[in-house]
């Protein structure tokens, strides 16, 4: 049984969902939320495995409510409602640790067959959405693939790949290899590799340490 939060200001969409999904045997709605502070709160209470949490709310909105907990409750898993007009909004969800989103347009079907997708692990994007992020990261990492301090890149011996040069820049920005692969359509395990080509050529196995050598191979005016 997959235990389930709804969290929207909008109460006819929370019900509406709430209909949806308790006519599905192997799911169990165990709290309505109508804004983030409220959904922190009972989320600490109930556990549940799978929190739908709307983008734009008030007292506390669904971003920031997704990060508390994504902090507090890592396993939970937060699938952020939104509509073509919050695509500005995609980054910020993503980075913050979001496990993928919910169009409040979706067919019944699409939306019980995402949650237990995500269920299983893998970063739930609607296509829309994935093309709207993957060009966003393109632009993020393309437009500082170039900003590595190359005296210090030569002086220490270091080399790096247009590709390694993207990922790295998204891996400093704190995004999961996860997000990484979903952005730049590539698969995780591919992700996974040009990671570890980066920790051979750097010396360590510890992303922090990665992260933070890497740092320094940055313009300091670039951020």
Not at 188 to 205: A, C, H, M
Request: aromatic share 4%; hydrophobic share 45%; charged share 25%.
């Amino acid at each position: 049984m997959i235990s389930i939060m709804i969290v929207d200001d909008q109460r006819l969409l929370r019900e509406g969902l709430q209909t949806i999904l308790q006519s599905e045997e192997d799911l169990d709605i165990v709290g309505l939320c109508e804004n983030g502070l409220q959904a922190v709160e009972l989320a600490s209470r109930q556990q549940p495995d799978v929190v739908l949490m709307d983008i734009k709310m008030p007292v506390m909105d669904g971003i920031e409510a997704m990060k508390r907990l994504k902090r507090e409750h890592p396993s939970i898993v937060v699938l952020m409602l939104t509509t073509f007009a919050e695509d500005r909004f995609i980054i910020d969800a993503m980075a913050g640790g979001a496990d993928g989103f919910l169009l409040k347009d979706m067919p019944s079907k699409k939306i019980v067959q995402t949650i237990h997708e995500a269920m299983s692990g893998a970063v739930m994007l609607p296509a829309p959405i994935a093309s709207k992020l993957a060009a966003k990261l393109s632009v993020l990492s393309d437009s500082r693939a170039d900003s590595f301090d190359e005296d210090k890149l030569k002086a220490s011996g270091y080399s790096f790949t247009e590709r390694e040069r993207k990922i790295i820049m998204l891996m400093i920005d704190g995004y999961s290899n996860k997000q990484i692969s979903s952005g730049l359509f590539m698969s995780e395990g591919t992700v996974r590799n040009y990671i570890s080509v980066i920790y051979n050529k750097l010396g360590t196995s510890d992303r922090q340490a990665a992260v933070a050598l890497l740092r320094k191979m940055l313009l300091e005016d670039s951020y």
